[in-house]
């Protein structure tokens, strides 16, 4: 199968792109390998790939109308994941126009490329965050989303509802991704998860807002792409279920779906914390800030959804992935 990854030198694009390479995939990996973090990283990512016969690149943005075009000319992917966006909550209150050219325009360009082109499928990342102010918990894809804290948030609901017109006006088959928390080797560097081991082991204070009591649903990276795959392999279908007059978000009569990926057991800060002090064998010094804007206190993935549709069951512990992401750190920085 040819599938294009956009987002392929990212945390999870990357790790994507290698799963679908090992099992016999074609991949073109697509991304412009900005300055958002230290583009050694992304580079490194790459450089796993690259040794892939079956392996394409191209470093270009999305909002490169005729660059992504010609992509989608040359490669003719089967299927599509988009993964790349700008990422990052608190960075959309500092640069919001970053997240206007990106996640909107780059996100238009690449459902029209999806459609001249008769994608079989499309599956694109969404997150957790479009959640906002909701206090129910778990969150459920059946919840309206309708109160988002972040522009960040505002444009990933905003994909939902243009992959939604894609699909009911022209039966492009989409599936969004709702991305909880995701950790592990190769991680992003912006990430509590990345900055803490960083900090802890050079000794150094780290920050932690809301005393540590805010909780995330923390997932480890090789149980998203997993589930990643496993949709992708699941083109999105009508609902036949599907009623107009109680009309379900997370569904419909287009091709459409909408899923929670998460772990679907949350953790306090204050206990993953802990975990790296035990795989660092270093205690944090930790500077205590109140929530800062745009956070939310706590996030609960629902997944009962995407276990019933692709039999989605994460399986790594907080433990085990905070040591593998730790053992990781340690190797790629050589400390």
Not at 21 to 47: S, T
Not at 130 to 146: H, I, M, Q, T
Not at 278 to 307: C, H, N, W, Y
Request: one cysteine or more.
């Amino acid at each position: 199968m040819r599938v294009l990854v956009t987002g392929a030198a990212g945390f999870i694009g990357a790790a994507t792109a290698l799963r679908l390479l090992e099992r016999g995939d074609r991949v073109f990996g697509y991304d412009n390998i900005n300055d958002y973090y230290d583009p050694v990283l992304k580079h490194a990512r790459l450089a796993r790939l690259r040794p892939f016969d079956a392996f394409s690149f191209e470093k270009a943005a999305l909002e490169n109308r005729d660059a992504l075009d010609d992509v989608f000319a040359q490669f003719k992917p089967e299927r599509v994941v988009h993964l790349a966006a700008q990422a990052g909550v608190r960075y959309s209150i500092e640069n919001p126009r970053a997240y206007i050219d990106s996640n909107l325009v780059g996100f238009a360009n690449t459902l029209e490329a999806c459609r001249r082109h008769a994608v079989e499928h499309l599956v694109y990342a969404s997150s957790s965050s479009v959640y906002g102010g909701n206090r129910k918990l778990p969150f459920s894809v059946e919840d309206a989303v309708d109160h988002p804290l972040s522009l960040y948030a505002a444009t990933k609901k905003a994909n939902e509802l243009m992959a939604h017109t894609y699909a009911h006006l022209y039966r492009l088959p989409v599936t969004g991704l709702r991305f909880f928390t995701v950790y592990g080797p190769w991680g992003r560097p912006d990430m509590a998860p990345y900055l803490f081991t960083q900090k802890i082991l050079a000794g150094e204070p780290i920050e932690v807002f809301n005393n540590g009591r805010h909780s995330r649903d923390f997932t480890y990276i090789d149980d998203i792409v997993e589930g990643v795959v496993r949709v992708l392999d699941r083109v999105a279908k009508p609902d036949p279920r599907f009623n107009r007059a109680k009309p379900s978000p997370a569904t419909s009569d287009a091709p459409y779906r909408i899923y929670n990926i998460g772990n679907s057991a949350p953790v306090e800060l204050k206990r993953f914390i802990e975990a790296i002090e035990a795989s660092t064998g270093r205690a944090a010094e930790k500077i205590l800030r109140p929530m800062q804007a745009g956070d939310v206190e706590d996030t609960f993935a629902d997944i009962s959804a995407l276990e019933r549709d692709v039999g989605y069951a994460p399986g790594t512990s907080i433990e085990d992935g905070v040591e593998r992401l730790v053992q990781w750190y340690r190797e790629f920085h050589r400390v």
